[in-house]
């Protein structure tokens, strides 16, 4: 069974920082594309950062220069660092590995992710 466990989220001020992690378990991930999500209340969940497989990494317009993404195969882990932070970055954040591996393009639709985590809340007040 796979499970994928998200830490970190809390609640900051703005222009502050979080990292959140994501420690996958029940199978080992180093070949997929790897991302990180988000939800805020009465809004679609939607794509922040993704990893792909053989370390490239893209962003969402909103987050780029601000956020990094980042992998740790060997401890199949995924990480978000989050600067300067905005009260608009306040949201659910989703772990997320894709379907298939080896995936050579990047994707940011949801349609393309196998396996959600729970969720991790992040609050960034002003």
């Known amino acids: 069974q796979v499970n994928l466990v998200e830490s970190g989220g809390g609640l900051v001020q703005a222009g502050g920082s979080l990292r959140l992690s994501c420690a996958a378990s029940?199978?080992?991930?180093?070949?997929?594309?790897m991302d990180w999500f988000r939800q805020a209340p009465g809004k679609e969940r939607e794509f922040v950062a993704g990893?792909?497989?053989?370390?490239?990494?893209y962003y969402s317009d909103s987050v780029k220069g601000r956020f990094t993404i980042s992998r740790d195969n060997a401890k199949n882990s995924v990480y978000l660092q989050m600067n300067s932070l905005k009260p608009e970055d306040t949201a659910i954040y989703y772990c997320?590995?894709?379907?298939?591996?080896?995936?050579?393009?990047?994707?940011?639709?949801?349609?393309?992710?196998?396996?959600w985590g729970q969720g991790t809340q992040v609050t960034v007040s002003s």
């Open positions: 997320a590995v894709d379907r298939f591996q080896y995936r050579t393009s990047w994707t940011t639709s949801t349609s393309s992710v196998g396996y």
């Open positions: 029940g199978r080992t991930f180093s070949s997929y594309n």
């Open positions: 990893i792909t497989w053989n370390g490239g990494t």
